[in-house]
């Protein structure tokens, strides 16, 4: 999968910009809050359908703009593709893809993507919910069937938590709530069960990869949690329609469900040892860095070529060994776009080719050479 040039029009602090892009490394270089990260923003958008920085499309048009558009030309299997996407003022996005006005889940998945920031450093340290968003994008890029019943889902917790809530404030009867226990049942199953078949699989590769990084000296594992799961208990869709029935007038109390998906984490050990809460910082960066380039084998694995890969301002944060691995892994394989404030941080042999920007704009071009 390749990315062969990318326009934007007055989007962020970009008035115009068209760039092309070599087939291997791509290293934007500039100051801090030029302009870098919103290149890569546009490319994880037009993949994701939404921002990784705000949930607000307007913020993406320029701030006395009206309007603003990205477009990426792109090829895949080796058959040229087009995206784009239209933002207006107070109005729903355009979406076009090969000329053809699209819905979101038509374009999910048309442009894979893998994206490394400074923030998934907090991958292993942070909140569940920063887990099950990592692994719930990554099996939606690769199935879209899973990303339309993660779609569904979400649609009847809100439908459920609104139920609940006027429950709690009427006298009205609770069993109003057992058509969408029963939906939700079923949906939570099927989405438990397509998550734990890719971590099982995701497991085995950030092994593989962590094995690589650490000199064979250290294993790593990641497990699915079903949350409120005894063991000896299957997670099938009876069982959690016996458990939003045992929980329902909590619910009603809290006024949001308590049972699903939506409450699951990832454990990642490393010898054994929670990361969480026994890892030093560096197994920790390491376990993440392995983790980022077992997804790229996983969607490949699933779709047939590797995707895209985004490295947004975390060559600082690694340091060299662990820059010098992640290199020499997507050297001459995998398209990738870097963002960094020094070149310093890269080799002197060519990798690839330096894009310079300074205020939303492209300044210069030039191979990455001795």
Not at 144 to 149: H, L, S, T
Not at 224 to 230: C, G, M, P, Q, S
Not at 312 to 334: G, P
Not at 338 to 351: G, H
């Amino acid at each position: 999968m390749k990315i062969n040039q990318l326009k934007l029009y007055q989007y962020r602090n970009y008035p115009y910009l068209t760039i092309s892009f070599e087939d291997n490394i791509n290293v934007f270089l500039g100051h801090n809050a030029q302009g870098k990260t919103n290149i890569l923003e546009a490319i994880y958008y037009a993949a994701i359908g939404r921002s990784h920085r705000t949930h607000n499309d307007q913020e993406l048009i320029h701030w006395d703009k009206t309007q603003a558009k990205v477009q990426i030309d792109f090829s895949r299997m080796g058959v040229d593709n087009q995206l784009s996407f239209l933002f207006q003022k107070d109005k729903r996005r355009e979406i076009i893809y090969n000329g053809l006005k699209v819905k979101p889940n038509e374009a999910m998945g048309a442009l894979n993507v893998v994206l490394f920031s400074p923030e998934d450093l907090m991958l292993i340290k942070g909140a569940p919910q920063e887990r099950r968003r990592f692994l719930d994008i990554e099996i939606s890029q690769a199935n879209r069937v899973y990303y339309e019943m993660l779609v569904k889902y979400n649609k009847i917790i809100q439908q459920r938590n609104a139920m609940l809530k006027k429950l709690r404030e009427s006298n009205m009867e609770s069993d109003m709530l057992d058509i969408w226990d029963e939906q939700l049942s079923v949906m939570s199953h099927r989405i438990v069960m397509k998550r734990k078949e890719a971590v099982e699989k995701l497991s085995m590769l950030a092994n593989l990869m962590h094995r690589r990084l650490t000199q064979e000296k250290e294993n790593l594992k990641i497990s699915y949690i079903v949350h409120n799961l005894e063991e000896g208990e299957t997670p099938s869709a009876e069982w959690y329609l016996t458990s939003l029935k045992k929980r329902r007038q909590l619910d009603i109390l809290r006024g949001s469900t308590s049972v699903g998906p939506h409450r699951d984490d990832l454990k990642i050990e490393v010898n054994g040892i929670d990361l969480k809460t026994f890892g030093s910082q560096g197994q920790q960066r390491t376990g993440i860095l392995s983790m980022k380039l077992s997804e790229l084998e996983y969607i490949k694995s699933e779709i047939g070529e590797y995707p895209i890969l985004l490295l947004d301002d975390v060559m600082s944060e690694l340091d060299y060994e662990r820059r010098s691995q992640l290199l020499l892994f997507i050297k001459e394989k995998i398209q990738t776009f870097i963002t960094a404030t020094d070149r310093k941080y890269f080799p002197d042999f060519k990798i690839g080719k330096y894009y310079y920007i300074e205020n939303g704009a492209l300044l210069d071009t030039h191979a990455i050479s001795d």
